[in-house]
């Protein structure tokens, strides 16, 4: 079975986030931050490119 990854800039630096792993995301500072909320209560501040790994997002958790 493959595991779905994304991969996003954080305030960490580059960080690969399981996919299965996320349990909610939340756009923040009029959609300039992104906070990514995982399984084992592990959050991820994302600083760049927040639009586009919300669309990956979304599209993967089939939000419309």
């Given at each position: ?22 349990c ?41």
């Amino acid at each position: 079975m493959k595991t779905n990854w994304i991969k996003a800039l954080t305030e960490m630096g580059m960080t690969r986030i399981r996919m299965d792993a996320i349990c909610a995301y939340q756009e923040i500072d009029s959609e300039d931050k992104l906070l990514i909320y995982t399984s084992d209560n592990t959050m991820f501040v994302v600083v760049e490119d927040c639009e586009s790994i919300t669309q990956k997002l979304d599209s993967n958790f089939n939000v419309f």
